[in-house]
């Protein structure tokens, strides 16, 4: 994420609208070098921040395992629902005796 991108995101946030902006600032990049400074963050050359392997790890393991689940039963829920619908609506369009050439080119894409 770019400097500029947090800007953005700063400047539409109710925050921006209460504090004096320059306080605001000065919080976002003091907050910014301390992340940098614990390896949480790394920053290149053009002001691009990523998340290092430890930060994305301390950012993932702030759900409680019972989130996880949750998470996990929903994404297992929508990918069947989605392989499903498509199914469905490739019966709906396709004639079924066509179904089989039509696997047949699929499976032959590149």
């Known amino acids: 994420m770019s400097k500029l991108a947090i800007g953005d995101y700063i400047r539409n946030t109710l925050l921006y609208r209460i504090i004096d902006h320059k306080i605001l600032t000065d919080l976002v ?6 992340l940098a400074a614990k390896e949480l963050i790394a920053a290149d050359s053009t002001s691009t ?10 950012a993932m393991s702030s759900f409680a395992p019972e989130r996880w689940n949750f998470y996990l039963q929903g994404t297992e829920e929508s990918c069947a629902s989605f392989r499903d619908g498509w199914r469905d609506a490739l019966s709906l369009y396709v004639h079924t005796n066509s179904i089989a050439s039509v696997w047949h080119q699929l499976a032959n894409l590149p």
């Open 29 to 34: 990049e003091s907050t910014l070098h301390d």
């Open 49 to 58: 921040f990523e998340a290092t392997k430890l930060g994305k790890a301390i």
